[in-house]
């Protein structure tokens, strides 16, 4: 089966870090970059950040320096790597194949997403 799969989402106190998985069944994952975006409650889908195929990354003002974005093609995972997070970080974070939402075409995978809480 091809997809895109998520985990480690999970509960959060303010200052904490969780680290996100996506994982890439069925394909080769190391022919893409990655995108991870996130909703919020009540909030239009944002990009978060993402890893290009020669392992550049950017990130959105609102994560710099506090998130990081790294990926293993040999385990065919890319990870988001979360630190000093804040209530504002809670959404559903997910990935997908393209580094903007709006690019995904009928060649690209993305995931259900994984949800991230963080409160005090």
């Known amino acids: 089966q091809v997809q895109l799969e998520e985990s480690g989402g999970g509960l959060a106190q303010p200052g904490d870090s969780l680290r996100l998985s996506c994982e890439a069944s069925g394909f080769t994952l190391d022919s893409y970059a990655i995108g991870w975006f996130r909703q919020g409650p009540g909030k239009e889908r944002e990009g978060v950040g993402c890893i290009k195929i020669d392992g550049s990354t950017y990130y959105a003002d609102s994560v710099k320096g506090r998130f990081t974005i790294s990926r293993d093609n040999a385990k065919k995972t890319v990870y988001l790597q979360m630190n000093s997070l804040k209530p504002e970080d809670t959404a559903v974070y997910s990935c997908?194949?393209?580094?903007?939402?709006?690019?995904?075409?009928?060649?690209?995978?993305w995931g259900q997403g994984t949800q991230v809480t963080v409160f005090s």
């Open positions: 997908a194949t393209a580094c903007r939402w709006d690019a995904l075409g009928r060649y690209d995978y």
